[in-house]
């Protein structure tokens, strides 16, 4: 690891979030929640949405727009659905709680699925799907986002967010199926997490209203925050002809099913939204038949001769998999300009600086 790196191990991080979590007034329980969704993130690799994101938290928690304490309501709820207002909540205890609910209805009756409105960034979505595969359900969740920084097919202005959609499924062998991926080409916290790390963008990620792709990676993130006439591509490229259409479509979807069904906000309005599905194999298929199946799938795509030689074929789930154990016994490596943030963060909000506890 370059010196512009710390390693650090996670039980460090889990602490220091704890703390800066706590000190700005969240319930011990919800702390919790957080914690584990956020360091999660942080040993899958998915570097963008953990710890990086409580400078993000702070500044939205001081302009007013996050409610930290916030108490959720169940506004309505029946055997197989539910819907919640965060209540401008930070959004990982509510998805924590989102999906559990969702789990036990499954449970009980199939299939559960609960509605958020009101609530804000969640980190990973691929954490809660896992939740629901861990369990031995499936799991589906989308989001909508705060932001409205990527492109519709042939648009030169931004109008939707980067919204994610995760699904994970479980089969007996190994660890689950579980894709996350955003609708844009990237998310608009991968282009933070270049800038921090001070690399340049890849071609096509950011453009501007003419088309020609932003590689400078601070422009590029700064782009996609304010400029109307800038931003993301759709998953697929600014054009149809490499099937950006198809992103875009997906985004779509991902707005609709997050935001129309719990009666959160139109794109950009800040009024987040969530959508948590949970599937009881069981209650489709002879006990065993679904896991069965997915290990026999699951088994054939990794066992297909590699395109490249030095680059097992693999399916979604296995490179996060693999780092977390990895990122457990060396520490998770954090650039020295995040660190930096961190420890003035920690300072403003008089919270000890715990992250110097182990190079490498």
């Excluded at 298929?285 to 066992?303: E, F, Q, W």
Aim: overall charge negative; charged content about 15%; aromatic content about 6%.
């Amino acid at each position: 690891m370059t010196a512009q790196y710390l390693a650090v191990a996670s039980g460090a991080i889990a602490e220091q979030i704890r703390l800066v979590l706590t000190a700005w007034g969240m319930a011990s329980g919800d702390v919790e929640k957080t914690v584990a969704a956020m360091v999660d993130t942080d040993l899958s690799g998915i570097d963008s949405h953990g710890i990086s994101m409580l400078m993000t938290y702070d500044r939205l928690r001081e302009s007013g727009r996050l409610n930290i304490a916030a108490r959720r309501v169940v506004m309505a709820e029946t055997a197989a659905i539910a819907t919640i207002d965060a209540a401008g909540g930070l959004g990982h205890p509510v998805a924590v709680d989102a999906m559990l609910l969702a789990m036990d209805k499954a449970r009980a009756v199939g299939i559960g699925a609960v509605a958020v409105q009101n609530s804000h960034h969640f980190g990973a979505l691929g954490y809660y799907a896992r939740l629901a595969a861990d369990a031995g359900l499936m799991g589906f969740v989308t989001t909508s986002t705060r932001l409205t920084g990527v492109l519709p097919t042939g648009s030169r202005q931004s109008r939707l967010g980067t919204n994610p959609l995760a699904f994970a499924a479980p089969g007996t062998d190994g660890e689950p199926f579980v894709l996350d991926m955003s609708t844009s080409t990237v998310a608009s916290n991968k282009v933070r997490s270049y800038s921090l790390k001070g690399l340049p963008l890849p071609d096509g990620w950011v453009i501007d209203d003419q088309g020609r792709s932003i590689t400078e990676a601070a422009a590029g993130y700064d782009a996609i925050q304010h400029d109307d006439y800038a931003g993301l591509t759709p998953l697929g490229g600014p054009d149809p002809v490499n099937g950006g259409h198809k992103g875009y479509g997906l985004s779509l979807m991902v707005q609709i099913l997050s935001c129309s069904l719990a009666g959160a906000g139109q794109p950009g309005t800040g009024n987040i939204g969530h959508f948590f599905l949970a599937l009881q194999p069981e209650a489709f298929a002879p006990a065993g038949a679904s896991a069965s199946y997915i290990d026999d799938l699951l088994h054939t795509m990794r066992s297909s001769e590699p395109l490249f030689a030095d680059l097992p074929v693999q399916v979604p789930g296995d490179p996060e998999a693999a780092e977390r154990l990895r990122r457990l016994e060396s520490g998770i490596p954090m650039p020295q300009s995040l660190l930096a943030q961190l420890r003035e963060l920690c300072s403003r909000n008089k919270v000890p600086y715990l992250l110097e506890t182990r190079t490498s």
